[in-house]
């Protein structure tokens, strides 16, 4: 009972100063992409992405925007649509992520677009990847498109790494 009473003690007094010695200096967020290559709607790609326990990718930065083009390049599929989280449901005017909530601050659209085209009554109000060419080689770009058309969607989780020192 004592020896159990000194142990404990000595970890109280230990485990202190080694998350100290240990304690996290840098902290890096990554994404992990995840291209989900079932055909669903803009709204059904959210949910399906939320029961995954993940969200409909966002895109902050021209450097997060290169990772998901190398990955769909990567994985071969260079010449297919995928859904991304930016939406202009709000007012028609301004493009939201979906996934963060935040304002769309960086962008990478295709070339006229968003043109906010009516198709069949529907205003494109959602934002896809796509490969104008449908060429595997060229690059892909943004367009805004009727949020009930089916195409594939990518999903994201952010991970969280630290990178410890202990000097
Ligand atoms: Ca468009």
Not at 95 to 102: D, R
Not at 124 to 133: G, L, M, Q, R
């Amino acid at each position: 009972m004592k020896l159990h009473l000194v142990f404990t003690i000595i970890l109280l007094l230990i485990v202190p100063i080694f998350g100290q010695l240990y304690s996290p200096k840098h902290k890096i967020t990554k994404k992990f992409f995840l291209m989900t290559l079932a055909p669903a709607n803009w709204y059904r790609a959210f949910f399906h992405c939320r029961s995954l326990g993940m969200n409909l990718a966002s895109i902050s930065s021209r450097e997060e925007n290169n990772q998901i083009l190398k990955q769909i390049r990567d994985e071969g599929h260079g010449s297919k649509d995928f859904w991304i989280s930016a939406m202009d449901l709000l007012d028609g005017n301004d493009f939201f992520w979906m996934g963060n909530g935040k304002s769309v601050t960086f962008a990478d659209w295709a070339p006229g677009q968003p043109s906010n085209s009516l198709i069949r009554g529907e205003r494109e109000s959602c934002v896809h990847i796509f490969n104008t060419a449908k060429d595997a080689s060229s690059v892909s770009k943004w367009n805004d498109r009727v949020c009930s058309d089916k195409i594939f969607f990518i999903c994201e989780q952010e991970i969280t790494e630290y990178e410890y020192c202990t000097n």
